[in-house]
């Protein structure tokens, strides 16, 4: 476990009835397909995110927001218990606030950052944190003329195939390029890149699926 997430450990959730599954907390979820979910998902997380911007640049903090932002993805990627803790129904409001709360203040959090996951644990909207720092990063790169660009690859990039990527996205583009990187082992191998609504996925795993399809398709 990493040392920033044992303060977890004070907050085991409680197994109460009805609390099992999200169905119980939302009777109706059953009925919303997955892309009515995450249009939900990405509306919240754009509100909170237009907020938290434009207080951190009224307060001349988007520095801070920006190692917000690196901080809590960092979190997402490495901590199975802060990823249990922002999307479990299991936790209640209140043990959601605590946690998050004292999170914040060990990774040494802005007030405004805080002020707002307290805010959203208080209103059950902990899950949408993953899409609130896409859409923070993508209006911070927006304001300084940058474009970002979501690269999941089968194992870290070095700083040269880094370069070389964001140099090529420049040129298809015509922008200046801010890669976030995140690793998926599962991939096997190549690159899945995400610039805006446009997606390129050149994984094996993507053309291992595909070459199921057309022997399914075969057969």
């Known amino acids: 476990m990493a040392p920033d997430f044992v303060v977890l450990t004070r907050f085991k959730p409680r197994q109460r009835p009805g609390d099992a599954t999200i ?12 892309s009515e979910t995450a249009s939900i998902s990405t509306g919240i997380a754009q509100r909170y995110a237009t907020a938290v911007y434009d207080l951190a640049q009224e307060t001349n903090k988007v520095q ?10 960092a979190a997402l990627d490495e901590s199975d218990d802060f990823r249990t803790l922002i999307q479990s129904p ?45 859409a923070l ?14 690269v999941t690859s089968a194992k870290a990039l070095t700083k040269t195939q880094s370069d070389k990527l964001a140099k090529t996205l420049k040129a298809n583009t015509g922008k200046d390029i801010t890669l976030h990187t995140t690793v998926d082992e599962s991939l096997i191998g190549g690159l899945i890149v995400k610039v805006g609504s446009k997606m390129i996925d050149t994984s094996i795993r993507s053309k291992l ?8 398709e075969v057969g």
């Open 23 to 34: 169905s119980h907390i939302r009777p109706d979820c059953e009925r919303m397909d997955v």
């Open 64 to 73: 801070d927001i920006e190692g917000d932002i690196d901080a809590l993805r």
């Open 90 to 134: 299991i936790y209640s409001r209140d043990e959601q606030r605590q946690a998050i709360t004292a999170l914040a203040a060990k990774m040494g959090l802005s007030d405004i950052m805080s002020n707002t996951l307290a805010l959203m644990a208080s209103k059950r909207r902990l899950f949408v944190l993953p899409a609130l720092l896409r």
């Open 137 to 150: 990063r993508e209006r911070i790169a927006e304001e300084k003329g940058q474009i970002t660009a979501e």
């Open 209 to 216: 699926n595909s070459l199921q399809n057309a022997m399914k």
